[in-house]
């Protein structure tokens, strides 16, 4: 339909446009539920009392509101009506306009400052709730009133009302609504006042829903979340309670001027789960955009959670997310700052609360501070890592030491931490950003230094036997990796502390590789266990010969058991304590035992004990063939 500047009362006239594709397109791909019905259109009612507000030549009596009549009962109608600035048949036609686009951007991408075509938009979202719409309004700018009925067949009549009619009729716009078949549950009394509350509680207008029994209930509530104190009221700290479920940490008041966004971030009083981010609640004109909106906040600030009122964010067109443009960057770049600045503030004028909050939220104060070079140098001495002393703070690591050594995985870590030096504690970087921090030290701190340590370099560092020792512990070596020849291993021998530790099993990267690549070769079917067995020779062959990518067993010449080994000259009695030894290494080492290492272990203990009690079948054949 063209733009015009009326409508011609009269017999019912089509909708120019496919309204059931467009209802269609509202039910399944734009709207999440029927239920936004209501919220569009207690967004048009309070659109309608602004435009009042600002444009009117009187004041509205009381500042204006919203009435709703829920349809309780057989065949009951479900009235919406405010008191705002009204409609003309010229409006009426303007609307028609909107709505008779074909474009779905002209549609659904129009700003909210455009009244009439958003006031359109919303009276579609009624077609998921009822097969007819009949608006009823009178205009504040004076004339007769007007009547629309629109249907899904898309039919609509419209036309001027008469004197008497318009008398009748309050300044203001009024909806009725008859239900579809199965919707009466959702515009029943009970689902209307839950539903408007939730999405209109905070209007700065009245919204009051008639009772069945009699009387009306007004579901409006302060905005708590947009006063401006310095310090949280008992009012807000409730609100957050109710919102997060405990008692927040604290609140950081939020306003973005240039936006005309503000609110309110709680700190939560828990460390939430790793890796979630915690989303915001979104109001757009105190009217419910969304309760999580997850790309307003920084991603790393997922130990807060925000309420927000909003003017200058644009919604997208379901009107339950945030378009992603350069006011929606300014706004999350902003929200960002405020929360470092209460950091900060923190640091200075309450560091004990300070303390409390890294010993909470010490996962995503380790990201901020990866990302954040201000706020680096205040929270780095405040988080907490595993060495191989015992958990402790940075700031305890860099006075044990001003050279600062970390592993940087998990699984080196545990070799390393079992015979490092124990004056000089090893940092943990496997876990979350702690390698990340660890690096950014010298950055942070002046004087400081940062090494990375590797298992194989450690090993390297460790003490050989004693000169005179040397042709025994050599010869050790060489008996201790004949008896493993089953497993692959390599044998070293070197003294280390603590010295009750009769071995360790080590294995660099390349070797760990090796070993998952064997263990997944085991279980695997024939033809990928072929291909791992060719990606295996590859990796080999890449390594070339100086790397062994190799279990590595480190024989520990300080310990007594090792030093009795080595002066066995029973063969048997030597190889299966060697193998129990290896096997002990494994498993405290946190590996997992594969196939040949359990039929190694088993072989050894059969024997063992076979030799200790002198019974007949000894030393296993299946063990030792030689």
Request: glycine share 8%; proline share 6%.
């Amino acid at each position: 339909m063209s733009r015009t500047d009326g409508v011609d009362a009269g017999a019912s006239r089509p909708f120019q446009v496919d309204l059931r594709g467009v209802v269609d397109l509202l039910s399944r791909h734009i709207y999440s539920s029927p239920q936004v019905f209501l919220r569009e259109l207690m967004q048009n009612g309070r659109d309608a009392v602004v435009a009042r507000r600002q444009h009117a030549v009187e004041p509205i009596a009381g500042g204006g509101g919203i009435w709703i009549t829920p349809a309780d009962g057989e065949g009951a109608e479900f009235v919406f009506r405010d008191d705002g600035i009204g409609l003309t048949l010229a409006d009426v036609g303007e609307l028609l306009a909107t709505v008779g686009r074909s474009s779905k951007r002209d549609l659904f991408d129009l700003p909210r400052t455009d009244y009439l075509g958003q006031f359109g938009i919303g009276l579609l979202s009624c077609f998921m709730v009822a097969d007819r719409i009949v608006i009823r309004s009178r205009s504040a700018a004076g004339g007769p009133g007007v009547e629309w009925i629109g249907a899904t067949d898309g039919t609509y009549t419209a036309r001027e009302l008469d004197e008497h009619e318009t008398a009748a009729l309050a300044i203001g716009t009024e909806v009725r609504l008859v239900p579809l078949a199965g919707m009466s549950e959702l515009l029943s009394s009970a689902s209307v006042v839950a539903l408007a509350t939730r999405f209109g509680e905070f209007l700065d207008l009245p919204v009051r829903i008639a009772l069945p029994r009699g009387g009306e209930e007004t579901i409006n509530r302060d905005a708590v979340f947009l006063q401006s104190n310095a310090e949280p009221t008992a009012e807000l700290v409730a609100y957050g309670a109710e919102l997060l479920g405990a008692t927040p940490f604290d609140a950081i008041p939020l306003v973005v001027p240039g936006t005309a966004t503000r609110g309110v971030a709680f700190v939560l009083p828990y460390a939430p789960p790793p890796g979630s981010r915690q989303s915001t609640r979104v109001y757009l004109g105190r009217m419910l955009l969304g309760e999580r909106i997850d790309e307003l906040l920084p991603d790393w600030a997922f130990f807060v959670r925000a309420v927000i009122d909003t003017e200058g964010l644009q919604p997208t067109a379901s009107r339950e997310q945030l378009v992603e443009n350069e006011s929606l960057e300014y706004t999350r770049s902003e929200l960002g700052a405020a929360l470092r600045r209460w950091i900060l503030q923190k640091a200075l004028a309450e560091p004990h609360r300070l303390a409390e909050f890294v010993a909470i939220h010490h996962v995503a104060l380790k990201s901020l501070v990866v990302h954040d070079d201000e706020l680096a140098g205040v929270l780095a001495r405040w988080l907490s890592v595993e060495t191989s002393a015992g958990p402790m703070t940075l700031d305890a690591v860099m006075q044990r030491s001003a050279h600062v050594r970390y592993a940087e995985t998990v699984d080196e870590f545990r070799q390393v931490a079992a015979f490092g030096d124990r004056s000089s504690p090893i940092v943990n970087g496997g876990y979350i950003y702690d390698a990340e921090i660890v690096r950014r030290l010298p950055d942070i701190v002046a004087g400081v230094t940062v090494e990375r340590v590797t298992v194989l370099g450690e090993l390297d560092n460790l003490d050989s036997p004693p000169m005179a020792d040397r042709p025994l512990a050599h010869t050790l070596e060489e008996r201790a990796a004949e008896a493993l020849r089953q497993v692959s291993c390599d044998v070293d021998v070197r003294g280390f502390e603590p010295a009750d530790l009769p071995a360790l099993a080590v294995a660099d990267p390349d070797a760990l590789r090796s070993i998952g690549r064997a263990a997944a070769q085991e279980t695997a079917p024939p033809l990928w266990g072929s291909v791992l067995g060719r990606v295996d020779k590859a990796a080999a062959a890449h390594r070339g010969a100086q790397a062994s990518g190799r279990l590595r067993l480190c024989l520990n010449w300080n310990n007594p058991l090792v030093r009795t080994l080595a002066a066995t000259n029973d063969d048997a009695v030597f190889s299966r304590s060697i193998q129990l030894v290896y096997v002990q290494a494994l498993l405290a080492g946190h590996r997992p035992l594969q196939a040949a290492d359990r039929r190694m272990l088993t072989s050894a203990l059969s024997d063992l004990v076979h030799l200790s009690v002198g019974l007949p079948g000894y030393p296993s054949q299946e063990s030792d063939p030689s």
